[in-house]
Nanobody, 125 residues
């Protein structure tokens, strides 16, 4: 059974940082990439970042240079370090075992069984 669980969300002031974690089971980084999507209130979902088993990464233009994605084989975990956060980064962030080409195209290729339930990030003063 595939399971992904996000953590690390919360309230942060503009300019601050957060690190999201994604603990997963039932998949291997040898076979699956780890991607991050987000959905802000009243806005469409956005593919934010992805890392595959070879270490290749994707970043949306909106987060390029501010966010850093990583993964850890030994801990079965993925991470999204978010720096210089702005109010427009406020959203529910989802971890998903989706191919990076799908994250880049904002697609749910494998579907909901390969997604976590999300963690809320609020950037506000």
């Amino acid at each position: 059974q595939v399971q992904l669980v996000e953590s690390g969300g919360g309230l942060v002031q503009p300019g601050g940082s957060l690190r999201l974690s994604c603990a997963f089971s039932g998949i291997s980084l040898d076979d699956f990439a780890i991607g991050w999507f987000r959905q802000a209130p009243g806005k469409e979902r956005e593919g934010v970042s992805c890392i595959n088993g070879l270490g290749s990464t994707f970043y949306a233009d909106s987060v390029q240079g501010r966010f850093t994605i990583s993964s850890d084989y030994t801990k079965n975990a993925g991470y999204l370090l978010m720096n210089s956060l702005q109010p427009e980064d406020t959203a529910v962030y989802y971890c998903a075992a989706e191919p990076c080409w799908a994250v880049e195209r904002n697609m749910a290729y494998y579907g909901s069984h390969y997604w976590g339930k999300g963690t809320l990030v609020t950037v506000s003063s």
